[in-house]
Structure formats: C-alpha cells, structure tokens
C-alpha cells in the first residue's frame, strides 16, 4: 500500500530534473501522474518508464491558461480526477544585480514561476472544490525566505510570491478541505548541478556554505511532498517546508 494510492496528479515540470524525480516518486506510492511540461521527448520517456496505465504526459505551458484548461482536462479524461497539484516548473535565469538583469528575462521568470502557480491554482481548484478535497504543493526555495548571491532579483522576488500565493489560498480554500502548502529546497544535487559544478565546487560549497556539509538528493525534497500530498498531512496548510539542512539558518 502506497501512501497515495487511489489519488492523481499534476507534476508541472515533471519531464526532468526535480520535477521527474517528484513524478516517479509520487508514483511509486501509488498515485496516477499526469507529467506537465513543454518537453514533450522527456515527458514522454517518463510516462512510459513509469507505465502507461500509471502516467501519462500532457503537453502543458505553464504560462497560458487555456494550456492549463487542455491539461486538466486530460487529466480528468486519462484518471477521472485531480487530487493533488505539484506547482514545479520553474525558471532560475542568468545570476545578475538588480541593475543588470534585462527586462524581459525579469518578466519570463515571474511569468513562470509566479503567473504560473497562479494559473494553475485556479485551474484545478474547480475540481478540488467539487470533491470537497485536494493538496496542492508551491515549489519556492530558500531564496523564497531571504536573499541569496547565487540568484538574480526575480527569481527571489518570484519565489517570495509563492509563499505568498500559498499562503492566501491556503485561507480561502481551507473550508472545502482543500491544503495549500509549500516547499522551499535549498542546495539539491540535481543532474543540472551535477552538470554546471566540478566536483570542487560541489566540495566547497558544501564544506563551507551547508551545515549538513552536503547537497540533498532530489529524492529527499520528493518524500516532502509526498507526505504533503498524502492524507497523513491532513490538517496541515499554508505552511513553508523548509528543505535546506540549516541553510537558513547561518547568514552567508
């Protein structure tokens, strides 16, 4: 017996990196997972290795509702419902000072990682009402909580927002027993780490900047949202889960 066993859901950004690592775990504990992405040879791949009476890929643009509307519906088609909501995707850009970063990169990434969690609240949330149930999982970060040198100022400012998206709908939507949370990784081992940091930079950051010492695993922040997205959670919403090993906790 899975922890989700009987439930669907939604992974935006479910095609690769963290988000595929979330997609497989969610169904390794038995729920139904609709992958959400633009890369659809990812999304594809992902579905299949989970198994195709289990997932399935839907080609989704976070940033238009009418693509949010597409994928809900397909979710309803291919599992009949929508329990829990995974808000992944997300942008991280160039890193870059306030006066530095160009325009349109600021708007692509709000556009993504804020608009895009707002989107696809509101196109879920007439589904979980009906049920009178539902999760629904925000991905922030560690730069959702305070400034960080490794980002550029919209993603903090975006990742802030999500804290706060959570947190109102978390109020609003507390009487229909539909729970709105929200994770906040810090340094995570994911491929894309692995493939943009040596060895050496990996080995210092994590003796001098983490005071676990280490990177998690993807798999780490996964079990998080699992829990989240499980009825073992029921009585918790608009909270912040901090997933960082201390991070937070020193100020460098």
Do not use: C
């Amino acid at each position: 017996m899975g922890l989700l066993d009987g439930k669907v859901a939604i992974i935006t950004g479910g095609a690769k990196g963290m988000g595929e690592f979330h997609s497989r775990k969610l169904a390794e504990e038995g729920a139904k997972v609709v992958i959400g992405d633009l890369d659809a040879e990812n999304g594809e791949r992902v579905a299949k290795e989970i198994g195709g009476d289990q997932a399935v890929f839907a080609e989704l643009d976070v940033t238009d509702p009418d693509s949010w509307e597409r994928v809900v519906q397909e979710a309803k088609e291919a599992f009949g419902t929508i329990d829990i909501l995974v808000n992944n995707a997300g942008l991280a850009g160039a890193i870059t000072g306030l006066l530095d970063i160009e325009e349109d990169l600021y708007k692509k990434i709000i556009d993504i990682n804020q608009n895009g969690i707002f989107y696809g609240m509101r196109a879920v949330l007439p589904t979980m009402i009906e049920k009178n149930e539902g999760s629904i999982i925000n991905i922030s970060s560690l730069a959702g909580l305070r400034h960080d040198i490794t980002v550029n100022p919209a993603y903090t400012a975006s990742k802030f927002a999500i804290r706060g998206l959570t947190k109102q709908a978390a109020y609003e939507f507390a009487d229909k027993n539909i729970r709105v949370n929200a994770v906040l990784p810090g340094a995570i081992l994911t491929p894309m780490a692995e493939a943009t940091l040596t060895k050496e930079q990996i080995d210092d950051v994590s003796q001098n900047l983490l005071p676990m010492q280490r990177f998690a695993q993807p798999e780490e922040v996964s079990e998080v949202i699992v829990f989240l997205a499980s009825d073992k959670a029921s009585y918790v919403s608009g909270s912040d889960y901090v997933v960082d090993g201390a991070r937070a906790t020193i100020n460098k």
